[in-house]
């Protein structure tokens, strides 16, 4: 569907009634609407090969920035291309509260890179994180998680060359013959992303979550054990404040 400005600075997308995304300011999936649109005459005049617009979230009224590339310049219009790039990204949502301190300061940053839309720098943090990872967990611990991997690989169904690329990512080392880290583009950072986020769960949230929860178990236990009463009594009681204790556990 043709998207373009014509020469009385109108913007016209035939897809603009089911135009959304997900807003970066208030993380809703929301439609968005055009707030600024470049004028014309200054694109004529500039011909620049990337514009950017401005939305409005119809959710919190918050601006949204995407950035077009422009397809072709014609006397009454100008002809954009049907894709865009979101400037802001909603930044990603993890569970920190198991990993180590320098793990979490890694991964924090890598997120902050692919929000921003730097996916090199993406990948050198993922990198980062996963090295710093790795030194927590020992030997044994990377290769559970190279297991993990290659578990990940069969469900997904992912296809060799991304494999590689992943494999190069998080397994590869900074003396690797140059260049170790290989460039990323949107669809692979977002498998890196979700590759991460699982094999990080695998190694620390998951584990974390466990043991939170038998501690919590073990807590109600004994003070069933205190309290006294009937076994059966005690064993549903403690059941019921195990299970309240585990949903109220973060996300």
Partial sequence: MPVYIDSNDRLHNDQAPSL???????????????????????????????????????????????????????????????????????REKFTFSYLPEVVETMFREALQCYSHGV???????????????????????????????????????????????LKRVIFGSDADPAPSLPQLDDDHAGLLLEVMKDLLYQAYVRKGRLQQAMVVRRFFSEEAARQGGAPEHAEQRLDLRADQSAESLPP
């Fill in 20 to 90: 959304a995304l997900t807003c970066p300011h208030c993380s809703v999936f929301a439609h968005i609407t055009p707030l600024a649109v470049p004028r014309f005459a200054d694109l004529m005049a500039a011909r620049p090969k990337q514009i950017g617009l401005v939305y409005r979230c119809d959710s919190c009224n918050s601006p949204i920035f995407l950035r077009y590339n422009v397809r072709s310049y014609e006397p009454n219009r100008v002809e954009l291309s049907a894709q865009f790039n979101e400037v802001e990204r909603p």
């Fill in 119 to 165: 996916f090199n720098a993406f990948a050198s943090m993922c990198r980062r994180t996963m090295q710093e990872a790795f030194a927590q967990l020992g030997e044994s611990g990377k290769l559970r998680l190279f297991d993990e991997l290659s578990d990940l690989r069969e469900m997904a169904e992912i296809d060799s060359g991304s494999f590689a690329l």
